[in-house]
């Protein structure tokens, strides 16, 4: 394992959704494909730099929905409570070990203000992973994550980011209140095949389960993909499975219970 990743960013077992009800992707564990190009990296006594694997997120909400104090709590452990605008797009680069292979997330921190819009949507392009942002004190916020949803994807036509919709600042709501809120978060997110976490950046508070299932999910797709690709990993007589489906029917989600 390279030293420099820290030990909550190493992931060994496929990390679960927040919330089954509200996932695409419940799929139990990494791919078959995934898992066998990782036997082939680790059969290599260095990991080249062409072994080398990178996801772009981009992280996209209204101003003071709490993309920036999500991302501190991510990249460095620290919150923040004093607002500061993001002017256009910050970046940061968080490495993990994921089945003993390095990976990195850019992480693109986007500006939610009109003015900065032209800046920050030509970072929108290549991302294969999108996070939507929305402030659970905030009721109305949640309303304009369908147009930054659009926004994002317009800017991806062609290709099929994973998408997250994420609610900040859990410590400031109570109970009852957050499970008003939650289900019509979860049925936003069902409209938007996306993955809904409830998060609280103050805390921590299931900050590092979703960096690293956004990790995990970018890295199994991104490794399979790899390994398809490359018919000179692919022998006689191997036994090929493609990555588990992002959907799930309605039967096998019946009867699930949901949320942390």
């Known amino acids: 394992m390279d030293e420099t990743v820290l030990e909550e960013r190493v992931i060994n077992k496929f ?4 919330c ?9 564990d990494f791919s ?47 919150f923040e409570s004093t607002y500061k605008s993001t002017i256009g797009v910050d970046f940061e680069v968080e490495k993990f070990s994921i089945l003993s292979v390095p990976f990195v997330l850019q992480i693109w921190d986007t500006a939610g203000q ?3 819009k032209s800046i920050a949507q030509s970072y929108y392009r290549g991302a294969n ?12 916020s949640l309303f304009n994550c369908k147009k930054w949803f659009d926004e994002a994807l ?12 994420v609610g900040t600042k859990k410590d400031l709501v109570s109970n009852v209140c957050y499970k008003n809120i939650r289900a019509d978060a979860v049925k936003l997110a069902k409209e938007l095949n ?18 690293c299932r956004v990790a995990a999910l970018s890295f199994d797709e991104i490794i399979s993909k790899g390994f398809e690709s490359d018919k000179r990993c692919i022998a006689i007589g191997d036994r090929l499975g493609g990555r588990y489906d992002r959907s799930l029917t309605k039967e096998k989600k019946a009867g699930r219970k949901c949320c942390k």
């Not at 990390?15 to 927040?18: E, G, L, Q």
């Not at 509200?22 to 139990?28: A, D, H, N, V, Y």
């Not at 993955?195 to 979703?210: A, D, F, I, P, T």
Request: charged share 20%.
């Open 20 to 28: 089954l009800e509200s996932s695409p992707w419940l799929q139990p």
């Open 154 to 165: 317009g800017a991806n036509s062609g290709s099929q980011p994973f998408v997250f919709l």
């Open 32 to 78: 078959y494909l995934t898992k066998k190009q990782c036997a082939t990296f680790q059969d290599r006594r260095k990991i080249t730099e062409e072994w080398l694997k990178i996801s772009k997120v981009i992280i996209l909400g209204d101003v003071a929905a709490g993309k920036t104090c999500l991302v501190n709590r991510c990249c460095r452990n620290f």
């Open 129 to 140: 992973v999108i996070l939507i942002v929305f402030d659970l004190s905030n009721f109305p």
């Open 114 to 116: 009109e003015r900065f």
């Open 15 to 18: 990390p679960a959704p927040y």
């Open 194 to 211: 996306a993955e809904y976490w409830g998060v609280s950046s103050k805390s921590g508070k299931n900050v590092n389960k979703l960096f």
